[in-house]
Nanobody, 130 residues
Framework: QVQLVESGGGLVQAGGSLRLSCSASGRTFSSSAMGWFRQAPGKEREFVSAISRGGIQRYYAVSLSGRFTISRDNTKNTGYLEMNSLKPEDTAVYYC???????????????????????WGQGTQVTVSS
């Protein structure tokens, strides 16, 4: 089992920045790929970003246009999502997720798929005002 706790959300003006953290406990964090997803009011949850176990492979939703950066520190069992140039449309609950796959390698689409992740945090609210 892995327990995930997100933090760092809040209210920010358009153009501002936030850094989300995802603290993991339980299963060895370095054994899991990690993803960030978000869900805006009235919309389905969508993929934001993902990072492989060792941090080499990183994936982003095309719509982000390079504004977000994912990273992880396996020594601290923590993952991060740096969000810059925030827009009102980034307003959502942000969730981090971790997989439990025994395999080291995956096709790229694996990382953007919700079903790939076995563990989920409770989410942290990000609100961007215009």
């Amino acid at each position: 089992q892995v327990q995930l706790v997100e933090s760092g959300g809040g209210l920010v003006q358009a153009g501002g920045s936030l850094r989300l953290s995802c603290s993991a406990s339980g299963r060895t964090f370095s054994s899991s790929a990690m993803g960030w997803f978000r869900q805006a009011p009235g919309k389905e949850r969508e993929f934001v970003s993902a990072i492989s176990r060792g941090g080499i492979q990183r994936y982003y939703a095309v719509s982000l246009s390079g504004r977000f950066t994912i990273s992880r520190d396996n020594t601290k069992n923590t993952g991060y999502l740096e969000m810059n140039s925030l827009k009102p449309e980034d307003t959502a609950v942000y969730y981090c997720a971790a997989d439990n796959s025994p395999y080291l390698r995956h096709v790229d689409s694996y990382f953007a798929t919700e079903a790939s992740y076995a563990y989920w945090g409770q989410g942290t609210q990000v609100t961007v005002s215009s």
